[in-house]
T-cell receptor, first 119, second 114 residues
Framework: DVKVTQSSRYLVKRTGEKVFLECVQDMDHENMFWYRQDPGLGLRLIYFSYDVKMKEKGDIPEGYSVSREKKERFSLILESASTNQTSMYLC??????????????????FGPGTRLLVL | DQQVKQNSPSLSVQEGRISILNCDYTNSMFDYFLWYKKYPAEGPTFLISISSIKDKNEDGRFTVFLNKSAKHLSLHIVPSQPGDSAVYFCAASGDGGSNYKLTFGKGTLLTVNP
């Protein structure tokens, strides 16, 4: 079974603090993703990475950065936390590589989530 | 613009009956569709998927139907059980841009009453 773990389930931080959220997957997946989930807004993609040291912006990258130094680990960084970044943060991974569409490798597997409260 | 839409924010059904969750999409490039289930304070879990070359996929109590001409898919749960109560997200892949991404709907909260 795919296992995606996130470093914290709950975090409380103060406005202006630098926040690190870490995610580790154990299935040698190529791709990793960071989402945030807010009531009524569904899952919104912040950043994703399709290879070590490679990253692409998602739909809402402002105020966030990411780091992928090793294949199994993908970090989300809030450079200066703000109250509007209070949310549930979800990490996911998928195997998908070029040429293999529609065979299930697009499936993303999620971690348990980190609920972040910024005061 | 929302490319994947779940127009019903919530749905309530009786235990033992059928639950039908609907999803519409606008991007004709999408070629793979997935349903996820999410309990509060947990990450989404993959439930079932369907490729655009099929119109139906079944896994136990869960069946997904795809109508490409209508750009519509639905998830049927039969029979519904109280443990099925969760938020269900529809997602689509292959938007012609980045093939790594999934585009999610906003979710439907299913409540199964005993």
């Amino acid at each position: 079974d795919v296992k995606v773990t996130q470093s914290s389930r709950y975090l409380v931080k103060r406005t202006g603090e630098k926040v690190f959220l870490e995610c580790v997957q154990d299935m040698d997946h190529e791709n990793m993703f960071w989402y945030r989930q807010d009531p009524g807004l569904g899952l919104r993609l912040i950043y994703f990475s399709y290879d070590v040291k490679m990253k692409e912006k998602g739909d809402i990258p402002e105020g966030y950065s990411v780091s992928r130094e090793k294949k199994e680990r993908f970090s989300l960084i809030l450079e200066s936390a703000s109250t509007n970044q209070t949310s549930m943060y979800l990490c996911a991974s998928s195997l998908w590589e070029n040429g293999y569409r529609g065979q299930g490798q697009e499936t993303q597997y999620f971690g348990p989530g980190t609920r972040l409260l910024v005061l | 613009d929302q490319q994947v839409k779940q127009n019903s924010p919530s749905l309530s059904v009786q235990e033992g009956r059928i639950s039908i969750l609907n999803c519409d999409y606008t991007n004709s490039m999408f070629d793979y569709f997935l349903w996820y289930k999410k309990y509060p304070a947990e990450g989404p879990t993959f439930l079932i998927s369907i490729s655009s070359i099929k119109d139906k996929n079944e896994d136990g109590r869960f069946t997904v139907f795809l109508n490409k001409s209508a750009k519509h898919l639905s998830l049927h749960i039969v029979p519904s059980q109280p443990g099925d109560s969760a938020v269900y997200f529809c997602a689509a892949s292959g938007d012609g841009g980045s093939n790594y991404k999934l585009t999610f709907g906003k979710g439907t909260l299913l409540t199964v009453n005993p």
